[in-house]
């Protein structure tokens, strides 16, 4: 099984703030945690600094910005996941120990391969 690649964050620097390159595009992630309701958010900025999507609520299994039509929008998608399926949402706890933010550059053939040992 292919495996796909993840944004490294170091949750103690937090709120946390770098240039990303995605595609052919640089841009600028701020990651914010809310200790209220124990949840991630997402700023996303072009290289100018320029706003394109703020406050974006990491929620498990779920697409960042899938309701959003932007041409800015990098592609591919961003996804907060666990891959061995055993969390339920995104928490300060489990963030970048089993839940991490993944960059959805594996192609669905790739993810339906095997080893070989049919």
Excluded: C, H
């Amino acid at each position: 099984m292919a495996s796909r690649d993840y944004i490294p964050f170091d949750k103690e620097d937090i709120p946390q703030q770098f240039e990303f390159d995605l595609a052919d595009d640089t841009f600028i992630l701020r990651i914010n945690y809310n200790q209220t309701d124990d949840s991630f958010s997402l700023d996303l900025y072009d290289q100018d600094m320029e706003p394109i999507v703020l406050g974006e609520k990491l929620i498990l299994n779920v697409p960042l910005w899938e309701d959003i039509v932007n041409e800015k929008l990098p592609a591919p998608s961003l996804i907060p996941m666990d891959e061995s399926n055993t969390e339920t949402r995104v928490t300060y706890v489990n963030f970048m120990q089993t839940v991490f933010l993944y960059i959805d550059d594996v192609s669905d053939d790739a993810e339906g391969e095997d080893d070989g040992d049919e």
